[in-house]
T-cell receptor, first 113, second 115 residues
Framework: QQQVKQSPQSLIVQKGGISIINCAYENTAFDYFPWYQQFPGKGPALLIAIRPDVSEKKEGRFTISFNKSAKQFSLHIMDSQPGDSATYFCAASNSGGYQKVTFGTGTKLQVIP | DTAVSQTPKYLVTQMGNDKSIKCEQNLGHDTMYWYKQDSKKFLKIMFSYNNKELIINETVPNRFSPKSPDKAHLNLHINSLELGDSAVYFC??????????????FGSGTQLSVL
């Protein structure tokens, strides 16, 4: 059972463009929604995260939009750069007690010059 | 200083062999994890230990046995390796019951290839 669905599987964006990755979740007990960035040969690293009490969070060129009623959230990368080329994972967890993070299936982003 | 380090980076072995992967974290975290990333990049949790106690044990063949000698170390031993075990295994850590307990810190992974 895939509790966090992520799309698209891959994405090619021109340098300077906007990259958008979407995720949907099923478990209403989830209350923490992070995005992880993974470069080839490296482990995932936390990029940005949001809690459901806000609808948007921005950190530099990265923005999470969150729609609690639709159980959807998305990552927007503004002014995409070749250095942003990586695999992005959305995730969700329930922070009560010992957390178990459920990851989306990943989106491979390629930013072309 | 590497926060979460795991060894070896690459592991190539024959079917039926037994192998171990070691992980250490120097972040002072109390919880450690093993994740498996398959060829399609899907990340799935296998085990989690909090202060040496097993707290998450997903549906994983019992050929996989984690061991946590102390809260800074979590090792993964795999018996009778099979072709389907080929994947990248990531160790991770976090600090439960802190304000930002959900943040996972991952190691660089161990690429296991079973021939």
């Amino acid at each position: 059972q895939q509790q966090v669905k992520q799309s698209p599987q891959s994405l090619i964006v021109q340098k300077g463009g906007i990259s958008i990755i979407n995720c949907a979740y099923e478990n209403t007990a989830f209350d923490y929604f992070p995005w992880y960035q993974q470069f080839p040969g490296k482990g995932p690293a936390l990029l940005i995260a949001i809690r459901p009490d806000v609808s948007e969070k921005k950190e530099g060129r990265f923005t999470i939009s969150f729609n609690k009623s639709a159980k959807q959230f998305s990552l927007h990368i503004m002014d995409s750069q070749p250095g942003d080329s990586a695999t992005y994972f959305c995730a969700a967890s329930n922070s009560g007690g010992y957390q178990k993070v459920t990851f989306g299936t990943g989106t491979k982003l390629q930013v072309i010059p | 200083d590497t926060a979460v380090s795991q060894t070896p980076k690459y592991l190539v072995t024959q079917m039926g062999n037994d192998k171990s992967i070691k992980c250490e974290q120097n972040l002072g975290h109390d919880t450690m994890y093993w994740y498996k990333q398959d060829s399609k990049k899907f990340l799935k949790i296998m085990f989690s230990y909090n202060n040496k106690e097993l707290i998450i044990n997903e549906t994983v063949p019992n050929r996989f046995s984690p061991k946590s000698p102390d809260k800074a170390h979590l090792n993964l031993h795999i018996n009778s390796l099979e072709l389907g075990d080929s994947a990248v295994y990531f160790c991770a850590s976090s600090h439960v019951r802190s304000a930002t307990n959900e943040k996972l810190f991952f190691g660089s992974g161990t690429q296991l290839s079973v021939l």
